[in-house]
Every structure is written in C-alpha cells, then in structure tokens.
C-alpha cells in the first residue's frame, strides 16, 4: 500500500508561489531579484475598509458565523450583482469563501464526475486544469488565439461541446493574458450554450478582475445574456480590484439555493466560515463611496504601466506582445527570442525526461530569473494540455513603474546573451 493516494499525482499547482523557491535561491547568492511572477496588487487595502476590520476585531466580532456567508454582505453583494449585471440576485443563492479559488474546486466537485468533460481557457488561471485533473474529470482547453486578443469565438466553443459536457469555465478580464470577452462574443456564446448545452450544464464565470479594465472597456458578463443566470455559476471577490489579497475574501453566486446550499456544505467541511470581521471590511468596500475613487486611482496606474511596457518589449528583439484590456498582466510571445538565444535547440538536445518536466518558455524564464534577476511566469505555468509549441512568458505589472523599467531593461540585455545562455545551462544543470 502506498504512502500517498494515487489522485495526488492529478494535482497540479500554481507555478506563480512555487517560484518562490529559486527566487529565493537567487536572493540567497546575493543577487536583487525583479518580481514580475505573482498576480498581486501592489497597493494596500485601502484605509476605510481596514478600519472596517480592525473596529470589527475589537468590537469582538471574531467568532463562528453564518458557514453561508453574514447577511450584511450578502445583501451587498447582491446589490452589487444587480447593479453590475442587470440580474436578479438573492442572498439565498450567494456564498462567500476564503478567496475566489475555493470555487473552483467546489464546482468540480459538485458538478463533475469522472468522465465528464469539463471545458477551460487555455492559456488560463492554472486551477483550472489542476481541479479539473484532480476530479477525474476529462479536462478540455479551449486555445485562447493571440491573433483575437487572447479571446476565442463562438464556433471555437461550438466545437468543442459533446453529449459529456459538463461545464464551460470563463474568465474575463483573463489571467494570464488581459484578453477580454467582448459584449458581441459573449452574446453568441450564450447562443451556442443555449443551443448545443443541456439545461444542466453549468457555466463558471470567473470574474474576479471585473475591476480592472482600460481604455474605457466596461465589464460584461455571461450572466447577463438571455438564460445564462440560471446556469452560471458567477464568481468574484476582493482580492484585485480592492487590493485585498491577504484578506482571502471571495464569493459564488449560484443558480439555484440548492446549489448554493452545497457549497455552504463544503465551507463547512473545509473551512466552517470565513472570519466575520473580514466579511464586514468587504462590505465596507462595496458599500462605501470612499471605493470608487480608490479603485479608479489603482486601475489608471496600471493602465499606464501597460501604456509604457507594451511598447518596450515590443521593442525587444524576437518579442512580440499584445495590448491587453484589462486585469494587470502582459503576456509577450518570446518564440523569437528563443530561437535566437538558442533555446529552442538547447531543449530538443534535453533527455526525453528533462523535456517533460519544462519547456522552451520555461527555460528561458529559469536563465532570465538565474542569470538576470527577472522573475516571469512561462506558458505552461497556465494549463500544460496542448501548449506545446506555445511560447509566451507572463509579467505582472502590478509593481512599480521604476521596478518594470528595470526589469525590461535587463530583458534586453538578456535578449544579447546567447553565449550567457550556454553558460546557464552548462552550470545550473535544473531539468537533470
């Protein structure tokens, strides 16, 4: 009998907290590390919703709640749902979480059985893969197409749709490129869903960066198309747009109560509840007039740090990046570069089992971190099914202007750096 259950081999990771570990091998050699890796905002929970918290916390509030989610911010939420989406939104059908990530595995496992396919974005959030695997389910990703803005159309959903199908995960604005789902696009997906889906297949709407939008782009949900309410499963929070990360404050709205009485169901197995004084920071944030302005100000920085980083990779020799709409990522392709650094043929002379456990973007990401002190994210960081061949690294630009500029300075010179490379993979041997 094993140590360790065989469905733990199904279990994938987000790779952005796993780097932690050579960035900080890198900080031990002495080296100054640019962290472009973790999708964080750079900006502090803003001043009237911690003191939300923290006269919560002294109030006493700190004790077990309602495993559902207290009413106040339920309530809140729903004002916000309505106000955002033009849907109905009762409370009854609203759950809150630690986090945004906890509904995604609440859905697999309430919606998926083995066999079921589960179609997702790809390149997209890696959880999405790694609950879809670790369920038994049969994962199905869906390529996001550079040349549509990372976006994909209708018919590329159409086709992917069979007898199996089970449930059709979004993200919009989207992690790891910033494409975004169009008014139009969405209204014929809904369209396809209607036509193709049974009444029981579920649509999860991962919105968690509906905040973060530029060039006057306003957010747009499948919720709102014509019979999507009753079949989506409409996920959101705090941790982006109100910078509240740490806070670990989310929450699904669900078809029907029942529904929404099974993921009560998992909290309480899981979690019991999230802490009450949290909750009443995070109704502080919908409710407040204060928020507004707040998250404006935070959008229109990274909006300009977009406006001056798309130009210069562009720049760079080999790169080729799109101008995302929206949450705070590019999401460069670096197939040139990797031809011309000499990483392609560097990993097609790797050991069969070297190869699988990385890839060209995935080298040349470990030789900018080692060697350049740049830390980026590589493609197959955002769902391993299908991407080969697929080169693209992820920046954050949720850091400062002066921290990006360095960081994209020292891209360039990497992107020289062809004997340096050699040197790299001579002396750090990682994929033996």
Not at 25 to 45: A, H, Q, T, Y
Not at 102 to 126: K, L, R
Not at 289 to 299: C, F, H, I, L
């Given at each position: 009998m094993a140590l360790l259950a065989d469905r733990m081999t199904a279990l994938g990771t987000e790779n952005a907290f796993k780097l932690g570990e050579d960035i900080q091998?890198?900080?031990?050699?002495?080296?100054?590390?640019?962290?472009?890796?973790?999708?964080?905002?750079?900006?502090?929970?803003a001043p009237h919703i911690n003191r939300v918290g923290m006269r919560e916390i002294e109030a006493g509030n700190s004790h077990y709640c309602d495993p559902q989610g207290i009413l106040p911010l339920r309530k809140a939420i729903a004002a916000h749902v309505a106000s955002t989406r033009g849907i109905e939104a009762d409370v009854s059908r609203i759950v809150v979480t630690p986090g945004a990530k906890?509904?995604?595995?609440?859905?697999?496992?309430?919606?998926?059985?083995?066999?079921?396919?589960?179609?997702?974005?790809?390149?997209?959030?890696?959880i999405y893969e790694s609950w879809v695997t670790f369920a038994g389910a049969t994962p199905v990703p869906l390529q996001l197409s550079e040349e549509r803005g990372f976006s994909f159309i209708p018919e590329e959903l159409a086709a992917l749709i069979t007898e199996r199908t089970k449930v059709i995960m979004l993200c919009s604005p989207?992690?790891?490129?910033?494409?975004?789902?169009?008014?139009?696009?969405?209204?014929?997906?809904?369209?396809?869903?209607?036509?193709?889906?049974?009444?029981?297949?579920?649509?999860?709407?991962d919105e968690i960066y509906e905040h973060i939008l530029f060039d006057g782009e306003k957010h747009h949900s499948i919720a709102s198309e014509e019979g999507m309410a009753e079949r989506t499963v409409l996920v959101s929070g705090h941790s982006k747009g109100f910078a509240m990360t740490g806070w670990r404050l989310g929450w699904a709205m669900l078809p029907t109560a029942e529904e929404a009485a099974i993921f009560k169901q998992l909290n309480i197995n899981i979690c019991s509840c999230v802490p009450a004084f949290i909750?009443?920071?995070?109704?502080?944030?919908?409710?407040?007039?204060?928020?507004?302005?707040?998250?404006?100000?935070?959008?229109?920085?990274?909006?300009?740090?977009?406006?001056?980083?798309?130009?210069?990779?562009?720049?760079?020799p080999g790169v080729r990046c799109q101008n995302p709409k929206g949450a705070f990522y590019v999401f460069p392709n670096v197939a040139g570069l990797c031809e011309r650094l000499g990483v392609v043929d560097a990993y097609q002379q790797l050991p069969e089992a070297s190869r699988d456990r990385t890839s060209p973007s995935g080298m040349l990401q470990m030789f900018l971190l080692y060697r350049y002190g740049v830390a980026t994210m590589d493609r197959n960081s955002f769902g391993r099914i299908g991407a080969e061949g697929q080169h693209y690294l992820r920046l954050s630009?949720?850091?400062?202007?002066?921290?990006?500029?360095?960081?994209?300075?020292?891209?360039?010179?990497?992107?020289?750096?062809?004997?340096?490379?050699?040197e790299f993979l001579r002396e750090e041997r990682l994929w033996d």
């Open positions: 091998r890198c900080l031990d050699r002495g080296m100054d590390v640019i962290k472009f890796n973790l999708g964080e905002p750079d900006f502090d929970s906890p509904p995604i595995s609440y859905t697999m496992q309430t919606y998926a059985d083995p066999g079921d396919e589960v179609i997702y974005p790809s390149p997209g959030f890696p989207s992690n790891p490129t910033g494409g975004v789902l169009p008014a139009r696009d969405l209204a014929g997906i809904a369209e396809v869903i209607r036509e193709k889906c049974r009444p029981d297949v579920r649509i999860y709407a909750q009443e920071a995070g109704r502080e944030a919908y409710e407040s007039p204060e928020s507004a302005a707040t998250v404006a100000g935070m959008v229109a920085a990274f909006e300009r740090r977009r406006d001056w980083v798309v130009p210069a990779l562009n720049d760079i630009i949720a850091a400062s202007m002066e921290q990006i500029q360095a960081g994209v300075g020292r891209m360039v010179e990497a992107a020289d750096d062809a004997d340096g490379f050699q």
